[in-house]
């Protein structure tokens, strides 16, 4: 495994120190803020990290069509923020069908396997089975501020839930089972694109619920859940690259039966136009925003994951 090979990985496969820099990346996009203020119309002075919440919060799509193109640029975006801080880096994801507070035959280091804890404050943080704050790496990095004045709000409708401000709490629980694998190999059978992202997105509701982040407007404020959203996306990819079907590559034929679906023609927010103007830089002050739908083959085409045919 070469250090910025762009690989996307199984986190249990990877060595202990290239967890530690992907950790630490993902703790230095809170150090470095978009331009603007707070005060802004549309709000500047957002954390790289806090813009994945302002984007999930504004323009999160679920329950169609659109749901595994959407997610899958909302984590290459994130992929490339985390490699601007360290060019070493790829998000690599948490298999689902592994329970993640206990991975067996995990690489710990040093030539050593064993079992592995993704929820230590040396990675993810808390994982019981309460419903507690994150705490540390995260709480020292200020992903939350419990006595934060103004704060954002957990209810994405509050008029007052500016994105420059930071959350007071960041809740997490894990309870339940993973995945069972006979359900990936459902995914992986589909015969069309509907069928297929039903059945991933049955899966994916059911993470969050094991891995339970809060509701789907403020899930996006915890870091596992883009190791969750990589693997969605790793299943996606896997299904677009099963031998036999290079239709899964055609943007005009990856998404079957569901082709003619217009939203699918519509725009992918909010890289296109900031989401009516009020989500930086793609809307707002800076407004660079490019239009482009979920037929773009930046999106159609899938990144490398370790799953990939050919990839090692």
């Known amino acids: 495994m070469a250090l910025g090979d762009g690989i996307r990985r199984n986190l249990a496969t990877v ?34 990290w806090f813009k994945q919440d302002e984007i999930h919060k504004a323009t999160h799509v679920h329950g169609g069509p659109e749901f595994l193109p959407r997610h899958r640029e909302v984590v290459n975006r994130f992929e490339d ?47 019981g089975q309460a419903l507690k704050p994150i705490g540390q790496p995260f709480e020292g990095a200020g992903f939350y501020v419990p006595n934060a004045n103004p704060f954002r709000s957990d209810n994405a409708f509050d008029p007052n839930n500016n994105p420059a401000d930071p959350p ?9 089972l993973p995945i069972d694998p006979s359900r990936d190999q459902g995914v992986l059978a589909a015969a069309d694109y509907a069928e297929m992202t039903a059945a991933l997105e049955d899966s994916h509701n059911e993470m969050h619920g094991f891995v339970f982040m809060g509701n789907s407007h403020i899930s996006f404020r915890d870091p596992f859940v883009f190791l969750l959203h ?53 809307g707002g002050t800076e407004n660079i925003g490019i239009p482009m739908t979920y037929k773009d083959l930046s999106i159609v085409i899938p990144r490398r994951y370790d799953t990939n045919p050919g990839v090692v």
């Open 15 to 48: 060595d202990p120190a290239e967890r530690t820099l992907l950790r630490d990346a993902i703790l230095k996009l809170n150090k470095t803020r978009w331009d603007g203020k707070r005060e802004d119309p549309a709000p500047g002075g957002v954390t790289w």
């Open 81 to 127: 923020q985390l490699r601007v801080i360290d060019p070493r880096v790829s998000l690599h994801y948490w298999d689902w069908t592994q329970d993640p507070r206990s991975i067996p035959n995990a690489n710990l280091g040093n030539g050593q396997s064993g079992s592995l804890n993704l929820f230590t404050p040396e990675f993810m943080g808390y994982g």
């Open 168 to 176: 007071r709490a960041v809740n997490r629980q894990v309870n339940g």
């Open 230 to 282: 990589a693997n969605v996306d790793r299943l996606f990819a896997l299904w677009q690259l099963q031998q036999g079907h290079p239709e899964r590559l055609d943007p005009d034929q990856v998404y079957g039966t569901v082709s003619g679906n217009g939203e699918l023609d519509g725009n992918i927010e909010p890289w296109s136009t900031g989401q009516a103007g009020t989500v930086r830089p793609w």
